[in-house]
């Protein structure tokens, strides 16, 4: 009977090691060669699924994006009921109070930036406000305003995408060192507090 093989898991534990590749040693450190022994399998199966370094670091980057979205997402569900602006804070909040993996995908991102000067996809995982979350976290901005009795903004969308470059921002430095996530996030309440409130 021929064994099952988990090529998604497989794919998975190669990513990994790149991530855990770029985080220790910079995108310079990333060479199928040292994915494979940091992942435990032979060149051959690296070669297998990525024939060539740019296929391996842009799943990478791909992988990186989905899973720091899937850490916004869960403090969404989290939040569950508790109102449009406990939602809004809790998602914003995902990226300055970072899990370790999201940490980790922040710190990889950084690892991987210099490559935007020739590649600007290489750092799409520092920009997650796609049109989809903008569109939500605008709707937030409005629902928690009308919560507060405030008027609606001229335009929310402008502001969800100055929360996310802010929270962004913000979770750099507390991957870089520079800040920690309570400062970060009393900074980013700051500035939700004064959007929420603006007349």
């Known amino acids: 009977m021929p064994r099952y ?15 855990t590749l770029a985080v220790r040693g910079g995108l310079e450190e990333v060479t199928l060669r040292r994915v494979a022994a940091e992942a435990g399998v032979s060149m051959g199966q690296v070669q297998h699924y990525y ?11 791909d992988r990186a994006v989905l899973a720091v979205n899937a850490d916004i997402e869960r403090a ?19 990226l300055v109070s970072p899990s370790d993996g ?5 710190r990889f991102s950084l690892a991987a930036a210099g490559r935007a000067v020739s590649d600007p996809a290489t750092c799409q995982v520092l920009a997650p406000g796609g049109d989809e979350l903008l569109t939500f976290t605008a709707g937030l901005i409005t629902a928690a305003r009308r919560d507060r ?3 609606p903004l001229q335009d929310e969308r402008t502001e969800a995408d100055i929360c996310w470059s802010l ?17 970060a996030g009393s900074t980013l309440d700051h500035h939700i507090d004064r959007l929420l409130g603006a007349g």
Not at 76 to 94: H, I, M, W
């Open 149 to 151: 009795g405030r008027p």
């Open 102 to 106: 999201t940490l980790r995908l922040l």
């Open 76 to 94: 969404v569900r989290e939040a569950g009921d508790a109102g449009p602006e406990a939602v809004l804070r809790a998602c914003l909040r995902a």
């Open 51 to 61: 024939p060539s370094m740019q296929s391996l670091i842009g799943d990478a980057l």
């Open 167 to 183: 929270a962004t921002s913000l979770g750099v430095d507390v991957a870089l060192g520079y800040r920690t996530h309570r400062s």
């Open 5 to 19: 093989v988990d090529h998604e898991e497989r794919r998975g534990r190669l990513v990994d090691a790149v991530w």
